[in-house]
């Protein structure tokens, strides 16, 4: 089944969104892998957000994600790459739609409480960045028979 890494960013912790934010993502029907509370080491910051390396926001938005602790998970379901960066939202504030995750609570493009991979290719990296193996969690859930 196809992973996607998931993070509520520190704007997101502090304002108390790590519930319902998972919350949304259980109820829809997709597993939970892997889950953690931590802080970013600036090098892992710089290295989660290499594509952005060259752009004029590059240094606030470095400091932005090491300003507290995130809340780092990994979600597991059919289509759940693209699910999720529905679920999410647009980048641009104006243009999240109501009820959406960034819709609902983000106002300006930098705090937007919640990341999410882009495609296969940045859901493997960005798991294999912030995840072991072993924190990765691999169970059955008989709800799941009620969903696919
Ligand atoms: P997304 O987080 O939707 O994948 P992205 O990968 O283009 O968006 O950018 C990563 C983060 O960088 C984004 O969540 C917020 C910040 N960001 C993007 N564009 C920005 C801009 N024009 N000014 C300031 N911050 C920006
Ligand atoms: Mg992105």
């Known amino acids: 089944m196809e992973k996607t890494f998931l993070m509520v960013k520190p704007d997101g912790v502090q304002r108390n969104l790590?519930?319902?934010?998972?919350?949304r993502f259980e109820r829809k029907g997709f597993k939970l892998a892997g889950a953690k509370?931590?802080?970013?080491p600036t090098e892992l910051a710089e290295e989660h957000y290499g594509e952005h390396k060259e752009k004029p926001f590059f240094g606030e938005l470095v400091d932005f994600i090491t300003s507290g602790p995130v809340f780092a998970m990994v979600w597991e379901g059919e289509d759940v790459i693209?699910?999720?960066?529905t679920m999410m939202g647009a980048t641009k504030p104006a243009e999240a739609a109501p009820g959406t995750i960034r819709g609902d609570y983000g106002?300006?493009?930098g705090k937007n409480v919640i990341h999410?991979?882009?495609s296969k290719e940045s859901?493997?990296?960005?798991?294999?960045?912030?995840?072991d193996?072993?924190?990765l969690v691999?169970?059955?859930?008989?709800s799941l028979n009620w969903i696919y």
């Open 123 to 131: 859901a493997e990296r960005e798991i294999g960045l912030f995840f």
């Open 133 to 135: 193996e072993k924190e």
């Open 138 to 142: 691999d169970y059955e859930k008989d």
């Open 82 to 85: 693209a699910t999720a960066r």
């Open 37 to 40: 509370l931590m802080a970013i």
């Open 18 to 23: 790590i519930g319902d934010i998972t919350a």
């Open 116 to 118: 999410g991979s882009d």
């Open 107 to 109: 106002v300006t493009v």
